[in-house]
């Protein structure tokens, strides 16, 4: 955990989206789940980015694209407000390049803003993306939350969100179902009602930079195989992309024993991309072979070729480093 507690100091907003900014150095710009605040994803990123610097990579600037008091009547509107204030922000930098790390719904604000960005994206973190949600289950979301007062929602959304975004193992009580709390069941109708009976696959086929794609073996809002066929098609045919499938592990990483395999991993590849921002590293620009240069995954210590889909499991022993 953290020494001392992060100061974060809020360096931008506009319409109900608020950029939180703490540290310095290369922009990491973190889109958060459907709650909005990071409480999806923070506990991974903050961490992360700390043991990156302990290893060597240069300072990085964490940046959350909070919008969980946004009022946007379309998805649409909402990465356009999102879009002005990132690009804002690097412009004051001065930055020309940045890293990208979307959760959930945030990869869909990420994986269009990233490209419009104007400046080089050295990296990208994708957790549980998904190129579209089973109709069912959104319509089912949509007419329950249609009939659902606010103090209902929150009185219920404890338990059925450990249901549907777990297992959560000893995370039950984690900070993330807090957040889910705190939000209004309009909000909650709203941002739900942008996912129903859409596709997004065109959003993340526009996404060039490299990526790690994480998916939890049970996942229970997508259709995992439809997404691991996606996903790894794209890290098949892209350079520097790759997908990993987490098991024992829901939507958002909740059990600390995957929490703290994730970090590991997520820690390797932020130094990886801060190296490639200082041109310390490149991204091979052919397609990978089947013979590609192996990457050594933390949580499980079994070497992956790049482009290859690798199968994690946290609970196995690390083996040694070569």
């Known amino acids: 955990m953290h020494s001392e507690p992060l100061i974060w100091t809020d360096v931008d907003a506009a319409n109900g989206v608020v950029l ?5 150095g290369l922009p990491l710009f973190l889109f958060p789940g459907m709650e909005g ?8 990123a903050q961490p992360a980015v700390e043991q990156a610097i302990a290893a060597g990579a240069p300072t990085i600037e964490l940046v959350v694209v909070d919008f969980s008091a946004e009022r946007h009547a379309s998805l649409e509107a909402l990465v356009g ?24 719904f945030g990869n869909l604000l990420a994986a269009v803003v990233a490209p419009a960005l104007g400046a080089r994206v050295d990296g990208c973190v994708l957790f549980s993306p998904f190129s579209a949600l089973p ?38 009580d984690h900070g993330f179902f807090a957040g889910l709390r705190r939000m209004t069941a309009g909000q ?12 997004f696959a065109d959003r993340f086929a526009r996404l060039e930079a490299p990526a790690r794609v994480w998916l939890g073996a ?7 195989e439809e ?25 958002v990483v909740l059990p600390s024993p995957i929490v703290t395999a994730v970090r590991r991993d997520l820690a390797l590849w932020l130094v990886e991309c801060a190296e490639r921002a ?29 482009g290859d889909v690798s199968r994690d499991d946290p609970s196995a022993p690390e083996s040694p480093s070569p």
Do not use: N
């Open 188 to 199: 909650v109708r709203r941002r739900t009602g942008w996912l129903r009976s859409r596709k």
């Open 135 to 172: 109709a069912g289950r959104t319509r089912l979301a949509s007419l329950a939350m249609a009939v659902t007062p606010t103090f209902l929602y929150r009185a219920v959304i404890g338990r059925l969100g450990r249901l549907a975004f777990g297992p959560t193992g000893d995370g039950v």
């Open 20 to 24: 939180r900014s703490t540290g310095e």
């Open 278 to 306: 200082q041109g310390l590293r490149s991204v091979e620009l052919r397609p990978p072979s089947r013979t590609a240069a192996p990457i050594r995954s933390a949580s499980t210590g079994v070497s992956v070729a790049e």
């Open 227 to 251: 997404q691991r066929r996606f996903f790894g098609e794209l890290s098949r045919r892209r350079p520097g992309w790759s997908l990993h499938v987490l098991d024992s592990c829901g939507h």
């Open 218 to 224: 049970r996942d229970r809002l997508i259709d995992l």
């Open 81 to 104: 407000t999102c879009s002005d204030l990132v690009r804002g922000h690097l412009q004051r930098r001065g930055a020309e390049s940045c890293l990208v790390w979307g959760q959930s």
């Open 37 to 44: 605040d990071g409480s999806s994803c923070l506990h991974l």
